[in-house]
């Protein structure tokens, strides 16, 4: 009887796991928790990829968004790829599907509970970007920092930014130039660790 | 009178608390036991011992579900989530809210966490955050999701839901709101409830008397007007900004002090000026206000003072120290119960102070690092007592160096005063009440008025807003011939300014100078279209002027004019009932004054007739009745009192016609015929020695009356004093040689001898 029991208890965290697999991948604009990197490269004629870390419940995070979207039509595809990767635990492919769609993000999420995307990008922060170059099938970081200087630390504020770090970045690394490093450091809510 | 107007300026500015909001309820000073436990045993600060009790404390009246908070520190989860930003944001100090440094000015709902809840909060955080007991933890607070104070008796919406971007610099935005009220109302309390509240930080409650923002936007009010200070006219009488009504995310619920609601009048506006961060998605906002009544009207009124250093803002770029300073003289003795400190984004240091006529300084507030996203209005613990002669001190810094993280211009630009939030502002509100005022003076707040549009004056001696206020109060305190100067001066600036020329207009008549009113009544017609609410109001001061000099058939039909061209009002209707009343056609004008009570009840002009006519038609009930509401409308209204007693007296109610007559006095010290007729109710009532002091005292003001020297003769009479009676009947008849009842008397002491 009580392996019986045991059973039935798995079979139902089994049923649980997998709709959650299957609403999340139900929407092809969130990867759910990808073990690697190589997604990042599937994609051919990309020469920079970026990263974008966000939170949906962090409101820097969020008010970076309309910023982050317009270097995504300044920089357009195939050259360069933007990526938006949702690391906190608290964010899941719902709540992401939502994000994107609230927030009129042309983009794929990546739920990014194991944190690889953190470790490559080096990632402490929402909001947060990191800058790859393309070189063949590997990926070198080129920058990672803050998007713009209008944060400048929690409660100091500029009306606007007019200093537009990533853009920078990304422009220098499509150009082949040295690409300038942030002037200060990133500004919003701490990564929380990984998902054990 | 419809020409003692006042233009108001209220800044229609401010903000809150920005992206980690953390205010605080009540306060926090104190140490709260769980802290001082945590003192004792530094080791063992838990979640659910020592750092629920802070949050729940200072944070989660923002930062709960639904909140305006960005995201909710009710559980051990959210504590343990949110902890790095928790860490810094406490001891940086930006969370909570709170800018006054300590020790200048003592105010009430400090937000300032204390020392020790902050090294508390570091030492949970740095320690590993240990979760203790969660089921011991305190009971999370509840928080209504409408309304705090219950049901409201009135809800106000926004016209339109307005879009705010989703990027951007942060928007400032009025959204005017009519209410639908039928008579007067007082309102105690008042709570906002804006949706998303997330992105409100901060709204300023104003109220436009004459709806004038919604008149002067016409096609497109419902949208909202941009903006960060407004201008707004006050309508027709002396009726100053009296409450700070400012609401931010913390602020449950704006609770008005006893004796101190603020009044809404039908055709009032509520504009809500609002401060919304861009949340980084396009957000529909909508707002509602939730009003609840008194049936009590204020027994305090106090009043709005400014300082401002705007006329000196003109700040080099790259300039990192720019002063300005302001200073007023109060004339009366005043109690301070807040203040709101205000500029925008290059404000760096502002410091308000008093110094007493003793050369005592006393601290209004010091803000040592100013942040425009952070104002609040501050009230004191305690109402700051300041005698008259006090000097009022306001010292402001700004900087506008590239250093400066906030400056909205990169570089910088040379910054001067404006209303858009890129422009600079300098401003010290203060909520002041008048105090120690003496039995019969003028409303003090006439003085105050004075005493700041004459500092405004002395700073921008053309301004024609406080050129104009300053007139009004100076007529308001009855300094015609003075407030017809200063008219005179706003005219040599603008000569066809029809309001002014209608002011002045009253202005002169108050002082007696009859024609020259007139010619003002008719320039201001002739330069203003009838349409436009100045020639209105020239013609309805010329047709009452009319009145007042008996030209009674012109004043009908000016009256009549009036009522064909511009918007129908009670109190037309009223004055063209005093004409006709004044042209022997009593029935005619009793229809008027009932159509003016229609329109408006309390309409003074209306129901004083009605009641001087009833009282003559010989129904003093109703004259009684008619009269006590005029007395309402009108309280310092001497002659409504006067004919309140007389009514009275018909009834036969002496002692209640006495404390009207006592009230007239008080208003109209040198009113010979109030203490004639005081004497009169006295000797009624049996007081004989009361009564004859009140003769007597008539007398003095006023020898020349023969009946005052009969009713004194009677009284001497009827006392045994017969030769003094005698003497009194006799001069009475050298007044009046025809004076029956003199004679009469005089007659029937011969006899009595």
């Known amino acids: 009887m009580s392996i019986r029991v045991f059973f039935r208890i798995v079979a139902v965290v089994a049923v649980i796991f997998a709709a959650h697999r299957a609403l999340a991948q139900a929407d092809a604009n969130v990867i759910s928790d990808p073990t690697s990197t190589a997604i990042l490269l599937s994609n051919p004629g990309v020469r920079v990829v970026v990263l974008y870390f966000a939170a949906t419940d962090c409101p820097i995070s969020n008010r970076e968004v309309p910023e982050v979207i317009r270097l995504s039509h300044h920089f357009p595809a195939p050259s360069v790829r933007f990526w938006w990767v949702y690391p906190n635990v608290e964010d899941n492919g719902q709540t992401v599907v939502k994000h994107l769609h609230d927030f009129s993000i042309p983009a794929i999420g990546v739920v990014d509970h194991r944190q690889v995307f953190v470790a490559l990008a080096h990632a402490t922060i929402t909001p947060e970007a990191a800058v790859f170059l393309v070189e063949g099938k590997k990926l070198h970081e080129v920058y990672h920092g803050r998007i713009d200087n209008r944060y400048i630390t929690l409660g100091q504020e500029r009306p606007q930014a007019n200093h537009h770090d990533l853009e920078l970045a990304i422009g220098a690394a499509l150009a082949g130039k040295p690409v300038p490093q942030p002037d200060g450091p990133p500004v919003g809510c701490a990564i929380a660790p990984p998902q054990k | ?753």
């Open chain 2, 1 to 753: 009178m419809k020409t003692l107007r006042a233009l108001s300026v209220f800044p229609a500015t401010a903000v809150l608390c920005v992206l980690f909001c953390l205010p605080l309820v009540g306060t926090h000073a104190a140490v709260s036991p769980q802290s001082q436990a945590v003192a004792q045993e530094p080791a063992s600060a838990t979640w659910s011992h020592d750092v629920a009790p802070v949050l729940y404390q200072n944070c989660t009246t923002c930062h709960h579900p639904g909140g305006a908070g960005p995201f909710s520190l009710l559980t051990y989860a959210d504590a343990r989530r949110w902890a790095p930003q928790i860490l810094q944001v406490t001891q940086s100090r930006f969370m909570p809210p709170w800018l006054p440094a300590p020790g200048y000015g003592d105010f009430a709902d400090v937000r300032r966490l204390s020392d020790d809840d902050r090294a508390l909060l570091k030492r949970w955080i740095n320690g590993g955050m240990a979760p203790g007991d969660v089921k011991a933890a305190p009971p999370a607070p509840h928080f209504e999701t409408k309304w705090q104070l219950g049901k409201p008796d009135l809800i106000l919406q926004t016209a339109q839901p307005f879009t705010l971007p989703a990027g951007g610099t942060d928007v400032f935005r009025n959204l005017i709101m009519p209410n639908p009220l039928k008579e007067t109302r007082y309102i105690r309390a008042m709570e906002i409830l804006p949706s998303p509240a997330s992105v409100v930080h901060h709204a300023n409650l104003l109220i436009d008397r004459t709806a004038s923002l919604r008149r002067l936007h016409p096609a497109d009010w419902q949208r909202g007007i941009p903006g960060m200070e407004l201008l707004m006219d006050a309508g027709n009488r002396f009726d100053p900004d009296s409450h700070f009504l400012f609401w931010k995310p913390d602020t449950r619920a704006l609770v008005e002090p006893d004796g101190m609601p603020w009044r809404l009048d039908p055709g009032n506006d509520l504009v809500l000026n609002i401060h919304m961060k861009p949340t980084g998605k396009p957000e529909t906002v909508t707002a509602q206000v939730a009003l609840y009544f008194t049936p009590d009207p204020p027994i305090h009124q106090p009043m709005l003072l400014q300082l401002d250093g705007d006329d000196q803002l003109n700040i080099p770029a790259g300039d990192s120290k720019f002063i300005v300073q302001d200073s007023l003289t109060l004339p009366v003795d005043v109690q301070v119960l807040g203040v709101y400190p205000h500029a925008h984004y290059l404000g760096r240091d502002m410091q308000g102070w008093a110094i007493l006529p003793s050369g005592e300084k006393k601290w209004l507030v010091w803000i040592k690092d100013w942040d425009i996203n952070r104002q609040s209005v501050y009230r004191y613990r305690e109402p700051l007592l300041l005698p008259a002669g006090t000097v009022l001190h306001m010292k402001y810094s700004f900087d506008n160096s590239a250093a400066n993280p906030h400056n909205p211009h990169s570089p910088p630009v040379r910054v001067t005063a404006g209303n858009r939030s890129d422009d600079e502002m300098s401003h010290l509100w203060l909520q002041v009440l008048a105090v120690n005022t003496p039995a019969n003076a003028p409303d003090p707040r006439l003085q105050l008025e004075e005493a700041w549009m004459r500092n405004r004056l002395s700073k921008s001696p053309e301004d024609g807003v406080s050129l104009y206020n300053l007139a009004a109060a100076l007529a308001g305190e009855n300094k015609f011939t003075e407030a017809a100067a200063v008219y005179e001066q706003e005219l040599k600036l603008d000569p066809t300014n029809a309001r002014a020329l209608t002011a002045m207009g009253a202005a002169l008549e108050g002082a007696g100078q009859f024609d020259q009113a007139r010619e003002r009544y008719q320039a201001a017609i002739a330069t203003a279209s009838l349409a436009d609410s100045g020639g209105c109001d020239a013609q309805f001061d010329l047709a009452r002027l009319q009145v007042r000099r008996g030209e009674y058939a012109e004043a009908e039909k000016e009256f009549r004019a009036l009522l064909s061209a511009c918007p129908e009002d009670a109190e037309t209707h009223s004055g063209l009932g005093a004409a006709l009343l004044g042209e022997g056609r009593a029935d005619d004008a009793a229809r008027e004054f009932r159509r003016a009570l229609e329109m408006d009840a309390g309409d003074f002009t209306a129901l004083y007739n009605l009641g001087v006519m009833a009282a003559d038609a010989g129904k003093p009930g109703p004259a009684a009745k008619l009269l006590e509401d005029a007395v309402r409308a009108k309280p310092d209204s001497s002659d409504a009192h006067v004919k309140l007693a007389s009514a009275y007296a018909q009834l036969g109610r002496l002692s209640d016609a006495l404390t009207q007559l006592r009230t007239a006095a008080a208003l109209a010290p040198q009113d010979a015929q109030v203490y004639s007729s005081m004497a009169q109710v006295l000797d009624g009532l049996g007081q004989s020695e009361e009564a004859f002091t009140e003769q007597k005292r008539a007398l003095q003001l006023d020898p020349q009356d023969a009946d005052g020297w009969n009713n004194l003769g009677a009284m001497l009479a009827r006392g045994g004093q017969t030769e003094a009676a005698r003497a009194a009947f006799e001069h009475a008849l050298q007044i009046n040689p025809d004076h029956a009842q003199a004679k009469a008397n005089l007659a029937r002491l011969a006899n009595r001898n």
